[in-house]
């Protein structure tokens, strides 16, 4: 813990972290802290995992840009604030000058990013954290399993709700001591795009890995057995999709992944491409590309296994533009056996490239494939003059 009054730290060397808007999953909030880059609590696994990633990996996953402490405290108002103090970083230009940092500016337009700026999270007197304004409203009427349309993602605002009430807790009966934490700083995926449309992919047949406990492994083995990742290696996590008519997402988390049989996951994969208007069959070749350039690279790589990793499937919601990008997440439980690995790891036969992984991607290929080829013959020509 470290003492400091009312959010006192100087401009100099701490950073204002904001939420990370375009979160659609996983169990740990995310915050923007560049323009270019966010920041997520370090696990040593995964820390260890991007610092010795094998080059062949790195233009298929985020670029990791060091280490940071990032402290919570509350000014006098209830003002909820998470500012970071740099430790390390490495190769990122995102961080000149603090006046950049604060921003948190991206493509997008800058009527929709002055409404996102304005999100905050405020104590009450009781104790209970919410958000300051009603721009909230969307996660606090939030359902799990639903699909909703909403101009602000409301899974990453619950996630940094829970967060700033979880660290309030520690907080309590000293108000002069801030909490800190570890996080690590990695390139912001989405940052490229004007309105990224996102689709976050559980991979792989096996989540648990090799050191959960009993009951974890348990309940792991459970929600693949029971969802499409036990028929096609791959579950859907969470998904936004921009709606050209009226500005805003569709959402969808991954309690609705989890109960999606092998027809819904293949029609939500159509509604990803799905903007309201007409669907952006233009993006899909460059995608299947680029997923198979990914298996390609899986294949060579023998002993590694990316348990509970999820694959991040990005594409543009502007008319005008056909960028994609793919990258792979989550490797707070990807194992990499070497002849020094001890017997667990042996026992449990890493051995060659990942096939539960392999045979996720080859699924979602082919549904992808498929997709291509019957939407085509349904779907009129994308005039990108409308």
């Avoid at 991979?203 to 028929?231: F, L, N, P, V, Y």
């Avoid at 009226?246 to 609705?256: A, E, H, N, P």
């Amino acid at each position: 813990m470290v003492l400091m009054n009312d959010c006192e730290c100087s401009q100099q060397s701490y950073i204002q972290l904001s939420p990370y808007f375009h979160q659609v999953g996983g169990h740990s909030s995310m915050f923007q802290y560049g323009k270019d880059t966010v920041c997520k609590v370090l696990e040593s696994s995964e820390l260890e995992f991007y610092e010795s990633m094998p080059d062949s990996l790195k233009k298929f996953t985020p670029e990791f840009r060091g280490i940071v402490t990032v402290q919570y405290c509350e000014d006098e108002l209830g003002f909820i604030k998470l500012v970071a103090q740099p430790e390390t970083t490495c190769n990122d230009d995102d961080h000149s000058s603090n006046e950049d940092e604060m921003k948190i500016t991206t493509d997008q337009e800058s009527t929709d990013h002055n409404s996102k700026k304005s999100v905050q999270l405020r104590c009450s007197e009781d104790g209970r954290v919410d958000y300051s304004n009603n721009l909230g409203t969307d996660a606090v009427n939030y359902e799990q399993g639903k699909i909703i349309m909403s101009k602000i993602n409301p899974w990453g605002l619950q996630l940094c709700k829970k967060q700033a009430e979880k660290l309030h807790r520690q907080l309590l009966g000293d108000e002069n001591v801030t909490i800190s934490q570890k996080y690590i700083l990695l390139e912001n995926v989405t940052a490229q795009f004007r309105y990224p449309c996102i689709l976050d992919l559980k991979m792989g047949r096996r989540q648990h890995a090799d050191i959960d406990s009993d009951k974890k492994r348990q309940s792991k083995i459970q929600k693949c057995e029971s969802s499409t990742s036990s028929t096609l290696g791959v579950r859907l996590c969470g998904m936004q999709v921009y709606q050209v008519d009226s500005g805003r997402y569709i959402f969808t988390d991954k309690y609705r992944g989890r109960i999606l049989t092998i027809d819904g996951f293949r029609s939500t994969l159509v509604e990803f491409f799905n903007n309201g208007r007409i669907k952006r069959l233009d993006v899909l070749p460059a995608i299947i590309e680029r997923l198979e350039s990914l298996y390609e690279t899986i294949n060579f790589l023998s002993t590694y296994r990316f348990y509970s990793g999820s694959l991040l499937i990005v594409y543009d919601g502007l008319l005008q533009s056909n960028l994609i990008d793919i990258r792979m997440i989550d490797f707070a439980h990807s194992v990499h056996a070497t002849p020094a690995t001890d017997e667990i790891s042996a026992a449990n036969n890493h051995v060659g490239p990942d096939r539960g992984y392999l045979f996720g991607l080859e699924r979602l290929i082919d549904v992808f494939k498929e997709i291509l080829n019957e939407e085509k013959k349904s779907t009129p020509t994308l005039n990108l003059d409308n």
